[in-house]
């Protein structure tokens, strides 16, 4: 049996198109290559830092690797590592003690042994799940239908691809983000452009001016409620005027 003490451990990085890593981890065997929660980069962007580690070692090694190169969430450095690691559990056994207790704990459990479908029993069935909606419904059928269309898509380090959504989503990361531009909802994503979705990208026609003005009224309406008088009255004061009634009421440390 294979143990943590033995030396077939290493820390690993994914990175960048420019070189930076992305994301440290540690693992055994085909680690390196499986999806965990993070985009899974090309093969020539999957590099192994350190080889030939204990489970404990590797374990220090890719706390420290992280804490030196900071993780992106919490605003100290380009890693999107969510935890600062070592929470793998390789090569965990069982001690005789829980080894018993989990015994007992399935005792009885046939894990769901088969069942002879009579037609008594189907018709049953079928009449206790009659409309409860079922998990593939129309639309997300259709979604997963288009998310497997293959679509042209270019960029301009790394040209031309006839891939899906899916399939840009695995190898660049932003599944949702590429199933937008194959729908026309967004322009581009990392650089990436759908060269032919499936309806044409039309940006949204937005009317600052009126936005900006609707932020002014907003402000006023609240600065004058905070001061007590109308909107009105607060328009026909002087800045001055607007500063000492403020400092009156304790706020003129606030805009005016």
Not at 69 to 91: F, I, P, V, W
Request: charge should be positive; aromatic fraction near 8%.
């Amino acid at each position: 049996m294979k143990t943590v003490t033995e030396r077939r451990f290493y820390v690993y990085a994914y990175l960048r198109t420019d070189g930076t890593p992305y994301y440290i981890g540690k693992g055994t065997g085909k680690r390196i290559d499986e999806r965990h929660g993070i985009a899974l980069p090309p093969k020539d962007r999957r590099k192994i830092l350190l080889d030939g580690l204990t489970d404990p070692e590797a374990i220090e090694y890719e706390i420290a690797l992280i804490a030196c190169l900071g993780r992106k969430d919490l605003g100290a450095g380009c890693l999107r590592n969510l935890t600062d690691g070592g929470e793998g559990l390789s090569g965990y056994q069982y001690t005789e003690e829980l080894r018993q207790v989990r015994a007992q704990q399935l005792t009885g459990n046939t894990f769901g042994a088969l069942v002879e479908w009579t037609p008594e029993l189907r018709q049953k069935h079928s009449e206790a799940t009659k409309g409860i909606a079922k998990t593939r419904t129309a639309k997300l059928v259709a979604r997963h239908q288009e998310q497997g269309r293959v679509h042209t898509w270019n960029h301009p380090d790394h040209g031309t691809h006839l891939k899906s959504a899916s399939e840009m989503g695995r190898v660049w990361g932003g599944r949702e983000s590429f199933g937008k531009l194959s729908r026309g909802v967004a322009a581009s994503h990392k650089g990436w452009v759908c060269a032919d979705p499936l309806t044409a990208f039309a940006p949204a026609d937005t009317d600052h001016v009126a936005r900006i003005n609707k932020a002014a009224e907003t402000r006023t309406a609240k600065n004058a409620a905070q001061l007590g008088i109308s909107v009105e009255e607060y328009r026909a004061m002087t800045y001055n005027q607007r500063y000492r009634l403020r400092k009156e009421c304790g706020l003129a440390k606030q805009a005016a």
